[in-house]
């Protein structure tokens, strides 16, 4: 492949030695550091030649076949006006020129009786690929580790902020905006969208809500709710989207969901439809900005409405900051908190140690500066058994 090429500004020729490119990178297993060479040279020519190339390996589904080699850091960003052209003309220049060159090595394989149509054929699937509605957000899963966080904006500026060992399947469109959570605990800072409220299942509880903001903890046997901002609505369903959470695979969802029916407020007397992903059996009322409450999920049977004020809200969102604040908890609550966030399991073997009150400040997943406030300040002894092992109990005097 001669990287004698500068100078060509005529897009035709430039797509045709990009088709030659893209073929070669599909051949050869490996390029040597000439071949790299060259290309790297032929990339850096113009950045026309860039887009094509771009263009090019997109439109042949192989963007695999680039990242044996070493081409310039801007080839992994596009441009926005790489992109433009790209989504809108490229790929139809691109794709007629990959097959003239494949009509000219395989002559054996594409006549031109064939490649008429063939090309006519490649230009209407890309139009029809182009104009086609881009929904990139529908059915996305997300999911993290021990330790891990994670946020999310949606395509209608909703942001999701998922805590340590949380798993969620969004089911987004121009039509719903749903989130089943599978496990762990989620922030939701929804945008308004009066057609279509924000929905989030666990199990069969379900908290709706337009323009908010808000949590849901997953806990075994009931579900934490606290708002920051605005008001959501509490309900049970009878069939919610039931979910497998090894392998995420849907059970219980009608597929072809519209829901025209998003702008009514909930009722208890709802009736299942095509447009609705559950009945709801139950409305258990609304919950305002600086409430929290525990929903059960074995009966109907609500907790107290517990109102908190601006730091206890401030404290239990530290989390999307990397934090962990404390003010006076207990140390069970603590560790239990403290081991959502890490591997270290921390066994407290003391009864009367659970009750000791803690406040501090500590950064998500660095159980040092904990053992070293619990020695240092409460008189606990800190026993590590390993590095994933520690016990907690009284000094002795």
């Excluded at 850096?44 to 042949?60: A, G, K, N």
């Excluded at 497998?244 to 009514?264: G, T």
């Excluded at 109907?300 to 730091?311: A, F, G, P, R, Y």
């Amino acid at each position: 492949m001669s990287a004698n090429v500068r100078g060509f500004t005529n897009k035709t020729i430039i797509n045709q030695q990009a088709a030659q490119w893209v073929l070669l990178l599909e051949d050869t297993p490996k390029l040597n550091k000439k071949q790299i060479d060259e290309l790297n040279a032929w990339v850096s020519t113009s950045d026309i030649h860039r887009e094509c190339l771009e263009s090019m390996v997109q439109s042949w589904r192989e963007m695999n076949l680039l990242s044996s080699v070493m081409l310039p850091q801007e080839m992994q960003k596009p441009s926005i006006f790489s992109v433009m052209l790209t989504n809108i003309l490229m790929p139809i220049v691109a794709l007629f020129a990959l097959l003239c060159v494949l009509t000219k090595r395989r002559k054996n394989i594409f006549t031109p009786i064939i490649a008429t149509p063939l090309l006519l054929c490649v230009f209407i699937g890309a139009v029809l690929f182009i104009t086609q509605p881009i929904n990139e957000d529908k059915r996305l899963v997300f999911t993290t580790n021990i330790g891990e966080h994670l946020n999310h904006t949606l395509k209608d500026g909703s942001i999701i902020w998922l805590n340590s060992s949380t798993k969620i399947i969004v089911n987004y469109s121009d039509g719903f905006r749903r989130i089943n959570l599978l496990e762990g605990e989620a922030h939701f800072e929804v945008a308004k969208d009066a057609a279509r409220p924000f929905e989030v299942y666990a199990d069969d509880r379900l908290v709706r809500a337009i323009g908010t903001a808000f949590s849901v903890h997953k806990l075994k046997g009931n579900i934490e709710i606290i708002v920051s901002e605005g008001t959501v609505e509490l309900a049970v369903v009878e069939n919610t989207l039931v979910m497998i959470p090894d392998d995420f695979q849907r059970i219980k969802i009608d597929e072809d969901m519209n829901d025209n029916s998003a702008d009514k407020p909930l009722t208890s007397d709802h009736k299942t439809t095509e447009y609705q992903p559950a009945n709801v059996k139950q409305m258990l009322g609304k919950l305002t900005a600086g409430q929290r409450i525990s929903i059960p999920t074995k009966h109907e049977k609500l907790s107290n409405v517990v109102e908190l004020d601006t730091s206890e809200i401030t404290r239990s969102l530290s989390w999307k900051e990397g934090k962990l604040v404390f003010a006076g908890e207990s140390l069970e609550e603590v560790i239990n908190e403290i081991t959502r966030h890490t591997k270290v399991k921390i066994d407290v073997l003391d009864p009367q140690l659970k009750s000791m009150r803690i406040g501090g400040q500590f950064k998500v997943g660095e159980t040092d500066t904990l053992f070293y406030v619990l020695e240092s300040g409460f008189g606990i002894y800190v026993n590590k058994l390993s590095e994933l092992h520690v016990q907690l109990q009284l000094k002795e005097k």
